[in-house]
């Protein structure tokens, strides 16, 4: 195993420090490449009141390569699949080393916020979400209450 | 994106190391803006602002002066296809000079934004994912007594004149050696070109 680069120890030392508000993201006790991920619903969203778990790794050559990020708590989100994979350009293809953690999972949130149904991972509700956006959202709602509030 | 905290890589957030300014003026360790990845069309872009830059005209802009090269380096990994010899960058040096002196038999460290693996008993690096790209590395602990051939710190062409112009060479996995040069240059010995006084 190679030690940790100075790059991942600095983050997640500034990480700790100085928290993204609305986000936590805490390195696993075992696995110092394996971030812990809640990231809270943004207000006047859908996914308002929720509380998203999701799970980050920096693979071996990050920062030249994204961190691979998923949602585990089940979302019902055009650009996010049932497998919690997320459809983001900055993990993909526009990724750039100088993108961190932070900015990541800042993106992510922001998604949340701004759902995009032309570049849809999850068909189905890229569908829905375009004939019928009231229904969608109050699919959203309703998915955000029963996987992602505190009490389940 | 975010802003450039002044002497501070964007890319490994420590500070500058031989650092280079791209034509949209962000600055960068030369060695991690080499380790940017190629987007397929073989541009690479700026990390800070994705304008398009030439790595090649940057590797011909930058060198160091012949003196920079002092005793505080004491691991060269072997040039391609070449003789001569590189010296690792400050902080891989660093770490490296722990692992040998802590007794590892190995080192697995990601330089320019590849793992490679630092064999200490064969005195071999490779990048893990290419185990076949096999270069000579050499720790000199006392220079003056030492002849090496060095062309520069990980990349970064010494400036001083009877260097050759070649294009630099940097530890990289793209630029790794074939197994016919390979064995040739395994079966070479040393040409002593430059005899670096460390006296002087």
Sequence with gaps: MAALPRRIIKETQRLMQEPVPGISAVPDESNARYFH???????DSPFEGGLFKLELFLPEDYPMSAPKVRFITKIY???????????LDILKDKWSP????????????????????DDPLANDVAELWKVNEAEAIRNA???????AMEDN | MQEQIENECPICLQKLLYPVKLPCNHI?????????????DAVKSCAMCRKPFNIEEIEQNVGIEKTSIDKQFNWFYQSKGSTSFWAFDERTNEELEQAYSD????????????????????LIQYP????????KIKRCDELNQESLTIKGIAGVRLTESGNDNSTSDVNEE??????????????????????INRTN
């Design chain 1, 37 to 43: 991920v809640i990231v809270t619903g943004p207000e």
């Design chain 1, 98 to 117: 100088a993108l961190q953690i932070r900015t990541v999972l800042l993106s992510i949130q922001a998604l949340l916020s701004a759902p995009n149904p």
């Design chain 2, 28 to 40: 960068f360790c030369f060695l991690c803006i080499k380790g940017i990845r190629k987007s397929p």
């Design chain 2, 103 to 122: 007794e590892k038999d190995h080192l697995i460290i990601s330089i320019a934004g590849f793992v490679y693996c630092i064999d200490f008993l064969r």
């Design chain 1, 77 to 87: 989100h055009p650009n996010i699949d049932r497998l919690g994979r997320i459809c």
């Design chain 2, 174 to 195: 793209a630029s790794g050696t074939n197994d016919d040069e390979l064995s040739q240059i395994l079966s070479e010995s040393l040409q002593i070109e430059e005899v």
């Design chain 1, 141 to 147: 709602k309703e998915w955000t209450q029963r996987y």
């Design chain 2, 128 to 135: 893990v994912n290419h185990p076949e790209r096999i270069r």
